[in-house]
């Protein structure tokens, strides 16, 4: 059963400190992306990448926010420093263009920050 | 700057009732896609709508699509308690850059 993972699922962390969080996309999908959800914004891409190499990171705070791919099977997302205003639910999204526009959502981390 | 609109943003329904969502957009972009999110949930893929007529049915729902009214609407046969959720319209930028935006949602009580 492919499906895209995410970890941690639950971050509990103190404002300032670094968040690093991690997704690894279905097998064979050379597309991922990073969307931010909160009740005030909705649902927002972060950033998005094919065959690792980034596309737009426009809708990502630049000064604190960082994204990668390291290799096929991981993309990370690193928040430093962390602040309250970063707290939401952060979803990976992976897929294979351009065979399909569909995009295949992971479970999401909850991020709180203090 | 892409808007995409949904309305209602909140419905309330009786089971075995019939309604209909509505997703605006405003670009000239030919695919659009509709999710679902239960509480506390990932989003679930339900239509992706990739031409102007497109039409597509999956059991209760039935999406469609208008891209010279660019609309798309969601409609709902004979509602059942299984489908209260969040649905979200969401819109691509087209070509090769298919990045999403998304609507509000709407958020669905189907009630006994």
């Known amino acids: 059963d492919a499906r895209v993972t995410q970890t941690p699922r639950h971050k509990v962390t103190e404002m300032g400190q670094e968040v690093t969080m991690r997704c690894q996309p279905i097998l064979g999908h050379n597309t991922v992306f990073w969307y931010r959800q909160t009740m005030m914004q909705g649902l927002e891409l972060l950033a998005y990448f094919r065959n690792r190499a980034p596309l737009d990171d426009s809708g990502m705070p630049k000064d604190r926010f960082s994204a990668e791919m390291p290799d096929a099977t991981l993309a990370t997302l690193k928040i430093q420093p962390s602040e309250p205003r970063d707290s939401a639910v952060y979803f990976c999204?992976?897929?294979?263009?351009?065979?399909?526009?569909?995009?295949?959502f992971g479970p999401g981390t909850r991020l709180t920050v203090t | 700057e892409l808007k995409v609109e949904q309305n209602p943003l909140f419905l309330s329904m009786q089971e075995g009732k019939n309604y209909t969502i509505y997703c605006n957009y405003s670009?000239?972009?030919?695919?659009l896609y509709w999710y679902r999110q239960d509480p506390g949930k990932s989003l679930e893929s339900l239509f992706v709508l990739l031409s102007n007529g497109a039409v597509k049915q999956e059991g209760r729902l039935m999406a469609s699509l208008d891209t010279k009214a660019r609309l798309s609407t969601l409609h709902i046969t004979a509602a059942v308690h299984d489908l209260s959720a969040t649905y979200f319209c969401a819109v691509d930028s087209g070509g090769s850059n298919y990045k999403l935006t998304f609507g509000k949602g709407t958020l669905l009580t189907v009630n006994p």
């Open positions: 999204a992976s897929s294979f263009f351009p065979s399909s526009y569909e995009q295949y």
């Open positions: 670009t000239t972009s030919d695919r």
